[in-house]
């Protein structure tokens, strides 16, 4: 089979993947996003990129283990507690001291104990402020059950600290959900990075190993876009092994390891 005709297949397929999940992956690394995909392929059996095609567009549930596959919805609360540590000790006390409520953003949020566990924190350094969390992503199903607040199972939750456990959630039958002072602090939209206007005025933006799979042209448009939505002083997570090369081009300085700040 020709290279040409193996392109022409990849492509047909994935315009049908992009119709299925509603998510369009011209700014996904090509060869990375293939050897993901490949996987299922494989372990489904399936023969060709048609093949697959006609599957996803037949089952429904393989349609949802792609989508989770291409969107990599892997999440839990507190994940790299020394993330949140450092967010709680290190950057909350300087913010709050500024008198005004803070925003927050958590790009990508998946299934919503991201954006939740910046809630968390929130409410225990100051319940009485009016701080919020701007919870995002591209994944519509996904973000329906985020914000639901509910259904999370005890690996959602290991490494919630047990005090927090008690204080912000409630047990019901075997699963987890979120108090009600915390889901309030959260507001969920639907969003493209690529494509959709982005938050203004925040404190603190998160977007952990999201556009690791995207084209490095790709990630200098949401970076910038990061950069610009962040007020002087802001400070930008990435994933642990994220980096953006030449951050001062954009205004960020390096604050730690994958912490960026908007420098005055």
């Not at 006609?54 to 993330?83: H, Y």
Request: charged residues 25%.
């Amino acid at each position: 089979m020709s290279e040409e005709t193996v392109d022409h297949e990849w492509l047909a397929f994935r315009g049908r993947l992009e119709r299925g999940i509603g998510i369009p992956l011209g700014a996904y690394k090509e060869p990375r996003l293939k050897r993901r995909l490949h996987s299922v392929m494989t372990r489904h059996r399936l023969p060709s990129w048609a093949a697959f095609g006609r599957a996803i567009e037949s089952d429904g549930v393989l349609l949802g283990e792609v989508r989770n596959t291409v969107t990599i919805n892997v999440s839990e609360f507190f994940r790299q507690p020394e993330r949140f540590l450092e967010i709680q000790q290190r950057l909350l006390p300087g913010m709050l001291k500024q008198g005004r409520p803070l925003r927050f953003w958590s790009a990508g949020c998946s299934i919503g104990c991201e954006p939740y566990t910046l809630a968390i924190l929130l409410e225990e350094a100051d319940p009485r402020g009016s701080h919020t969390v701007i919870a995002t992503d591209v994944d519509l199903p996904v973000l329906t059950r985020a914000k639901t607040g509910k259904g999370y199972v005890p690996n959602d939750v290991r490494s919630v600290p047990a005090a927090l456990l008690r204080k912000h959630f409630v047990e019901e039958c075997g699963t987890y959900r979120v108090s009600e002072a915390v889901r309030q602090r959260v507001t969920f939209r639907c969003h493209d990075l690529l494509s959709d206007a982005y938050p203004e005025s925040l404190d603190l933006i998160l977007c952990r190993n999201v556009v690791i799979y995207f084209t490095e042209e790709a990630k200098q448009k949401v970076y910038t876009g990061f950069a610009r939505s962040l007020r002087l002083g802001g400070y930008l997570f990435l994933g642990g092994s994220e980096m953006i090369m030449r951050s001062s081009d954009i205004g960020l300085r390096v604050s730690g390891t994958s912490l960026y700040q908007l420098a005055a």
